[in-house]
Every structure is written in structure tokens, then in C-alpha cells.
């Protein structure tokens, strides 16, 4: 074997992916296939499937997906040279260490170096903040924070010093470039010296997923600026990837829920008080990559950041960008206080936990920030008002809730339910119409008939009647890849419930799917020669589009920003639009490779 790539596929090729799967976790045969308990996000009910025809394994909880080496990354936690090894001893295949690039052999070493010193440069932070003799100890007192929340978090004090933590990884055997890589250590302005990038700060050591520490946060203690100060990035730490506190909260997770806060603190006052299951993004407004995190473990999101105007236009943004990845979003209403640190300390954990509870819907987030705009009192106002709430009642997908949020609007203004009607439909709207008529034309309006629809159909009525093909199907598209509501309710029962057998059509309306779209399903004509593949290509596109389309619509708004608001910083706005338009050329990309 002499190319690398063949001794890769050497390697999957000795290691059938359910033996090693089962050496895990308890896998259970479905036909050709198996399915377990994914172990990588907390279920009931089986939604892991393994395929042993492709050799591939494919989380429909939660999205994980891939062959036998990523599997072993994700449990063993390691890179993907490390996996590659642990299988060839297991599997007696020699990788002969010259077929490693010395580029190659040159990362791995830094990586691990970097993990290093990020460890030591923590343990000193930490021991400089043991007892009670410094600014940064009393400062955690002051917020609230106990020895044993202090000592989980790993939070520490950097002196006010500029030379100290340097002086110490040097005389531990580091080199000065060691430290000039991981952030901690800086050159001066006359370029001879070397100094330590945080002084006089209350340290939050930054964890990746698997709780390694990759980076560090500092809060000033006098009036320096910047207030917060990350390091640098480095190819540990990349701050668009990772959110704080997450490896903490995987453990934690509840009702398939994550709280995201602004701030460190806000993240360990919660945990504090016993609200585990909460994260942070790091020092940046929420980026794409953060979202599709989150989606890795949860199908909800609680966006709590704080109350001010920028924590408002905070989360207006974010509340887009969760859109994006199909979260569902409700959003903490903090009343008078300005964030969820100083709401738990003042009311404690019984009404945060009502809080929570009472979380606000999306739609009704964006109408409560309408109100505070407008004097309802006042005529203009008002009609003002109720024009920009239809806009927002115009993109609701659920005809129940366009309802609801109408029949509200109406009695809160006053006005009525047909004038607000007109206003989101126009012209498609007439009051002499019958309400089954007009939902019809609402529902052309809102998801054009198409081929989208009639392939989306096709694939739902070769799911329920043709056995053969289901694992095809499953293994290609995942159901956020479906545009219509009633294909995902039919879908997602299937998989949860493992009913792959028998699907009745009394099964079908029991899920609040329409008699209609269900008979639909049933009677479309399925040509014996048709090609599964071409149906599969149809979906991935159009979910691929889509994607498109909405980082297009980003970069739009990116850039219309950093021209309008002055104090704005470009480089971070620039960086973010590089990597939209890196990403749009990969979608691109992937568009024309689907025939």
C-alpha cells in the first residue's frame, strides 16, 4: 500500500462499523440495518441508524453522521490521525509513520503543545486567585460566587503584572514562540520584549466540547479597556466555533433545551443557582456555526441576553440566525432587570424557573418590541402599529397561528380582523370569500406548487410502501431538507416510533396531517421506472438553495451595516462576510455536483 488513501480505506475495510459501534453502545438489528440510542444526544426512543451496506451511521435526532473513523473521534475524543491508528492496531494494519506529512506531524505536536501550556497558564491563574488577598477573588465574592462554583469553572486571577505568567511557562520549559502561539504572551511596540496579554483581570478559562481548554476570557478590574478581552485566535480556538460553557451544558440538557446568555457570568450565576443547561457566545454576536453547535444537541433554544437596547438588537439577530438551523426559539422576558445573572440573585431560582417557563413565543417577542415603539392611544400610532405587526404576521408558516395572532391584534387595536387581513394579504384577501377558500389561496401564496411538492410526495409514498428503498432515504436526506410541515410530521413519526411496517392512513390523520395531503400521498402516480436518486437530488438542491439564499440575504445586511454604523468593527465585519462568501461558493459548488 503505498498511497495513504488506500491504507485509509484499508483501515474501514477491517473494522465493520457495528462491531465497533457495539463496543460501545447496544445496537439492535432493523432488517439489513441497526438502530440504537445515539450517544451523542440524550433520547427515548431510538434514532440512530447504522447502515452496514454503506458502512455509515446517521443520528436523526440530532444530525451526526459518518463512517467508522468519525465515530471513534467522537467517542475517544481525538483527532483523526489518532482514530486512524486506534483502528489499524485494532484491525493489525500497519501505518508506516513516513507516509505522515512532516506539515502534518508538525500540527498535531503544536496542537497538543498549545493544550498544554493552555492547561498550566489555567492552573495559575487559578492558584493566583486562592484566598481572599486580591482584586479578583473579592471581585467573585462580590457577584455572588461561591468557593466550589469558583473552583468548577476553573476561574482565576492574572496579576497586575505584565511579565509574571510569561516568566513562568518560559522557566517551565517553553519556548517563547510556544507562548506567542497560544495568545498568552505578546510582543511589544518596540518588538524586544515580551509581555502577558491579560493583567489585572478575573480569568474564565474557555473550554472546547470535550472540555479541553482552548482559550481564555478576562474582565478588567480597573478602567482599562477593552471591559472583556479573549485571546487571540489561535488553531485551537476559533470564537465564531464555540460557545462558553457548553461542556458543562451538553451534560445538563433539559426538555431538549439550551438557555444562550451574552456573558461568563450570567452563564455561571445560572449554574449556580441549578440552570445547567446554559451557554454563552464568546464576545461576538451569534454567528451561523454557534447555531449549528447548539443543533447538535437540542431542538430548542431560550435566547436570554440582556435587556437593553443592544441586547434587544442582539437577540433580534440571533432569533434569524436559530431560523436558519430550524430551531424552535422562545425568548426570556427579564422585565426590569438587565440580565439573567442579576434577575436570578434578586428573585431566585423558583421564578427564574417560572420564568423560563413562561418563555415568549418569537412572533409575540417581535409584537412586544412593536408595542414599545408605538402609543396605541394615538390613531397614527396605532395604524402605524398594526402595519408593521401584519409584516411580521406575513412570514408566520402555521395558518392556526397567523389566526391567533390576528384575531389578537385585532382586539388589542381595535381594528378589524378582515382591514388586518387585507393589509398581510392584499389583493389574494376578500371578505365575501369562504375561510376554506381563502386558506387555500393563502397556503398557494406562502409555498408555491411545484416540483418541490410532488417530489417531496413521491418520496413520502415510496417511504410508506416500499420498504427497499427506506434506508436509501434515510441515509441521504435529513428532514429539515423537506419544505413542507406535513412531510416532517410524517417523517419524524416514523423515525421515532420505529413503526416502519404498517403506516395507516388513520395513522396519518392522527398526527393532524389533512385528509387531503395524506390522499394526495397515496394517489400519486409513482412511474415503475422512476429513478429514487433524481427525487433525492431534487430535495437536496432546493434545501441547499435555500441555505443560499439566506447567507446571500446576510451578507446583504453585513454590508449595508458597516456602511451605515460608523462605530462598527470592520475587521470583524469583514471576517464574518468572507466566511458567508466561502460558504455560499460551497454551496455553489455542492449545487452543481447534484445531477
Known amino acids: 500500500m503505498n498511497d495513504m488513501h488506500e491504507i485509509i480505506e484499508e483501515i474501514k475495510l477491517r473494522n465493520d462499523i457495528v462491531d465497533i459501534i457495539s463496543s460501545y453502545i447496544h445496537v439492535k438489528s432493523a432488517g439489513v440495518n441497526y438502530k440504537a440510542l445515539c450517544p451523542f444526544h440524550s433520547e427515548k426512543t431510538p434514532s440512530f441508524s447504522i447502515s452496514t451496506q454503506k458502512q455509515m451511521y446517521k443520528c436523526f435526532g440530532c444530525g451526526e453522521g459518518g463512517d467508522v473513523i468519525n465515530f471513534v473521534m467522537k467517542m475517544e475524543n481525538v483527532d483523526f490521525m489518532e482514530a486512524l491508528e486506534f483502528l489499524a492496531q485494532r484491525a493489525g494494519v500497519e501505518i508506516k509513520k513516513g507516509k505522515i506529512s512532516e506539515e502534518s506531524k508538525q500540527n498535531i505536536n503544536k496542537k497538543q503543545k498549545l493544550y498544554q501550556i493552555n492547561l498550566d497558564a489555567a492552573r495559575y491563574f487559578f492558584k493566583s486567585i486562592s484566598g481572599s488577598n486580591n482584586n479578583g477573588y473579592k471581585y467573585l465574592k462580590d457577584r455572588g460566587l461561591d468557593d466550589k462554583t469558583i473552583k468548577y469553572f476553573g476561574l482565576g486571577f492574572a496579576k497586575n503584572d505584565w511579565n509574571d505568567l510569561n516568566r513562568y511557562l518560559l522557566q517551565k520549559g517553553y519556548e517563547q514562540q510556544n507562548l506567542i502561539d497560544s495568545g498568552l504572551a505578546i510582543q511589544t511596540k518596540n518588538k524586544k520584549n515580551y509581555i502577558n496579554r491579560f493583567k489585572n483581570r478575573v480569568m474564565f478559562p474557555i473550554f472546547d466540547q470535550s472540555g479541553k481548554v482552548i482559550a481564555f476570557g478576562g474582565r478588567v478590574l480597573d478602567d482599562s479597556l477593552p471591559k472583556y478581552l479573549n485571546s487571540s485566535e489561535t488553531i485551537l480556538f476559533n470564537k465564531r466555533k464555540n460557545l462558553y460553557g457548553l461542556n458543562f451544558a451538553k451534560k445538563n440538557i433539559k426538555n431538549d433545551t439550551l438557555i444562550i446568555v451574552e456573558g461568563y457570568m450570567d452563564v455561571i450565576s445560572l449554574f449556580q443557582y441549578g440552570i445547567k443547561n446554559v451557554v ?20 430548542k433554544v431560550i435566547v436570554a441576553y440582556d435587556n437593553d437596547e443592544a441586547g434587544i438588537n442582539a437577540t433580534l439577530k440571533a432569533v434569524e440566525i436559530f431560523n436558519e438551523v430550524r430551531l424552535n426559539i422562545k425568548v426570556l422576558n427579564l422585565g426590569k432587570y438587565k440580565d439573567p445573572d442579576e434577575y436570578i440573585r434578586r428573585e431566585g431560582l423558583d421564578k427564574f424557573n417560572m420564568l423560563l417557563k413562561n418563555s415568549i413565543p418569537l412572533i409575540q417577542f417581535k409584537i412586544d418590541i412593536l ?18 405587526v401584519a409584516n411580521v404576521i406575513k412570514n408566520i408558516k402555521s395558518p392556526i397561528e397567523v389566526e391567533y395572532y390576528i384575531n389578537k391584534i385585532s382586539k388589542e ?64 436526506l435529513e428532514i429539515d431538507d423537506f419544505l413542507f410541515e406535513e412531510s416532517k410530521e410524517i417523517l419524524n413519526y416514523i423515525i421515532k416510533s420505529n413503526e416502519l411496517d404498517i403506516i395507516t392512513i388513520d395513522k396519518l390523520k392522527s398526527l393532524g396531517i389533512s385528509e387531503e395531503y395524506i390522499q394526495d400521498i397515496y394517489d400519486i402516480n409513482i412511474d415503475s421506472n422512476i429513478n429514487l436518486n433524481d427525487i433525492i437530488n431534487v430535495l437536496q438542491k432546493n434545501s441547499l438553495k435555500k441555505k443560499r439564499d439566506y447567507l446571500l440575504k446576510r451578507q446583504d445586511e453585513l454590508q449595508l451595516n458597516k456602511e451605515k454604523d460608523k462605530n462598527i468593527e470592520a475587521s470583524e465585519v469583514d471576517r464574518e462576510l468572507l466566511d458567508i462568501a466561502m460558504e455560499i461558493i460551497r454551496l455553489e459548488k455542492e449545487m452543481k455536483n447534484i445531477l
Do not use: C, P, W
Open 413 to 476: 387595536t381595535n381594528i378589524s380582523i378582515d382591514a388586518i387581513n387585507s393589509e398581510i394579504y392584499g389583493e389574494y384577501y376578500k371578505k365575501d370569500k369562504s375561510k376554506k377558500e381563502f386558506k387555500k389561496k393563502i397556503e398557494k401564496i406562502k409555498i408555491k406548487k411545484s416540483g418541490i411538492e410532488i417530489a417531496e410526495k413521491q418520496i413520502i409514498h415510496i417511504f410508506l410502501n416500499d420498504k427497499k428503498h427506506r434506508n436509501d432515504i434515510l441515509m441521504n
Open 280 to 299: 454563552a457566545s464568546l464576545g461576538t454576536a451569534l454567528t451561523i456555526e454557534q447555531a449549528k453547535l447548539i443543533k447538535k444537541y437540542v431542538n
Open 371 to 388: 408595542k414599545k415603539k408605538y402609543n396605541l392611544n394615538n390613531d397614527q400610532d396605532r395604524l402605524l402599529f398594526t402595519k408593521n
